[in-house]
């Protein structure tokens, strides 16, 4: 691979190790990666900046280069000034902007860093300030029966007419929680841009007070969140077991609240999972609007897989879409992820995305949202889910009540297992690899037409089959 296809799969391998919220701010903003010659090479806006990405982000650099690569090699960390890499063709490459936009440290760098004054009154780029909410918004966000109450809670939100504050939403990794925040940013910045918005991980709440408490910055802290119009806070589950800061974020809920500002959170676990928050603190989400945000189900994982290829310029049609949002039934990172391997084995081979050779490109993607499992586990699953026998699966009764949970199981045997066609043909009852095949496909093509099977004595919707199917899986 050349400079630029290194740096493009390095980014991908980076942004899925430790997720795009924080690949966003870090290296999209707060410093640049520079792939010359085969070396890596981190340019950070100041010596603070450089030594904590050192310290925190080393260890990963170095396993995703090694992963990219094929080996190890030592990683530059400078300070802007120190030396010239060629900036500007980097800045292609990678994908961020031609100049950095962080300039200085300051006592509160993370608050500085993500703007929290918009408006007239909000410091220039110079100044340190950088929009955390590009490319999130509610128009780029894809809604479907997951997520459709979220989202029309965030539009109330964004528009200064929600009622409610604190508004939570929960879900799993990848639903889309995150986005939510942002495009909630980004829209009511603009319909008020007078107004004082701040947007926060709680990593970088927490790394703020920190540094507040230990640089007697205190009052300013309080006075960025507390005095916001709106404060959006990123992974609540964070918190858990920070005594300190947990008090500190109660006190700044209370006075938002009582003060008729909104608060928006964001956690990857429910109401009832964020207990360990404190009593107190769970009551006062209790008491603003809850929004569960389930997994994206098979209509609006291809809709997102559609804007994925839209936005990249990806040559790949509906059919291998179809298969993508089949073997990926995880979240919007997940098929992010998936639509970057694409595009890297498409460039690095140089070849057309062909049906043909996706499934063994992502092969290995899908198998990693899961544990490894056997053959057995998949036929203990399904026998579970569907009460059947095994030797009911590899019979050659071909009624429904058997032929669907066979398919089913060949289906999954080849999702999350590393058995050819012809070993799953042969521990289903001796049949050929065609048969898998075919099996394959009429699954695929269930799940695109979201019909409904049987289980048990009740009607199923497939994708409910194999979502009961995949827990069992995990469980077993």
Request: with cysteine; proline share 4%; glycine share 8%.
């Amino acid at each position: 691979m050349d400079d630029a296809q290194i740096a493009a799969a390095l980014q991908a391998e980076l942004t899925a190790r430790i997720g795009s919220e924080r690949y966003d701010f870090w290296f999209a903003s707060q410093t640049q990666m520079c792939v010359e010659a085969g070396c890596l090479t981190i340019r950070a806006a100041s010596a603070f900046v450089r030594d904590w990405m050192r310290r925190t982000f080393g260890d990963d650099l170095r396993a995703c280069w090694e992963a990219v690569v094929g080996r190890t090699t030592p990683i530059e960390f400078l300070v802007e000034t120190e030396a010239d890499c060629g900036l500007q063709t980097a800045n292609r490459r990678i994908g961020t902007s031609s100049a950095p936009e962080v300039r200085a440290a300051h006592l509160l760098p993370v608050l500085d860093a993500i703007g929290a004054e918009d408006g007239p009154a909000r410091k220039s780029a110079s100044a340190g300030t950088v929009k955390p909410c590009r490319g999130a918004t509610l128009a780029r966000f894809v809604v479907g029966p997951s997520n459709e109450y979220a989202f029309r809670s965030a539009e109330l939100t964004a528009h200064g007419r929600q009622q409610a504050s604190p508004v939570l939403f929960c879900g799993p990794t990848g639903a889309g929680k995150s986005h939510l925040l942002r495009a909630v940013l980004a829209e009511f910045r603009r319909r008020h841009p007078r107004a004082r918005a701040v947007y926060l991980t709680a990593e970088q709440f927490t790394t703020s007070f920190v540094q507040a408490l230990r640089g007697s910055g205190l009052p300013s802290f309080r006075q960025k969140c507390r005095g916001a119009e709106l404060l959006l806070i990123d992974d609540l589950q964070f918190f858990a077991g920070k005594r300190r800061t947990i008090e500190e974020l109660h006190h700044t809920v209370d006075t938002l609240v009582a003060d008729g500002r909104q608060l928006v959170l964001a956690s990857d676990r429910s109401l009832a999972g964020l207990r360990m928050l404190g009593p107190e603190l769970a009551s006062r989400l209790a008491g603003g609007l809850v929004c569960e945000i389930d997994p994206p189900e098979f209509a609006t994982r291809l809709a997102i897989l559609r804007q994925f290829r839209d936005e990249l310029r990806l040559a790949a049609d509906d059919d291998v879409l179809t298969l993508v949002a089949t073997q990926i039934s995880c979240g919007a990172r997940e098929l992010r992820g998936a639509v970057n391997r694409l595009q890297a084995v498409s460039a690095a081979l140089d070849r057309p995305i062909t049906r043909d050779w996706v499934e063994s490109a992502l092969g290995d993607l899908a198998r990693q949202s899961t544990r490894p499992v056997r053959l057995a586990d998949v036929e203990q699953a399904v026998c579970d889910v569907f009460g059947v026998e095994p030797t009911q699966l590899r019979s050659e009764r071909k009624g429904r009540a058997v032929s669907e949970p066979r398919m089913l199981a060949m289906w999954l045997a080849r999702k999350y297992t590393r058995a050819a066609w012809s070993e799953i043909g042969q521990f289903f009852g001796r049949r050929s690899h065609s048969t898998v095949i075919s099996a394959h496909r009429r699954v695929e093509k269930l799940i695109s037409d979201q019909a409904q099977i049987g289980v048990g004595n009740e009607p199923c919707g497939v994708e409910e089959a194999i979502r009961r199917l995949e827990t069992a899986l995990q469980s077993a």
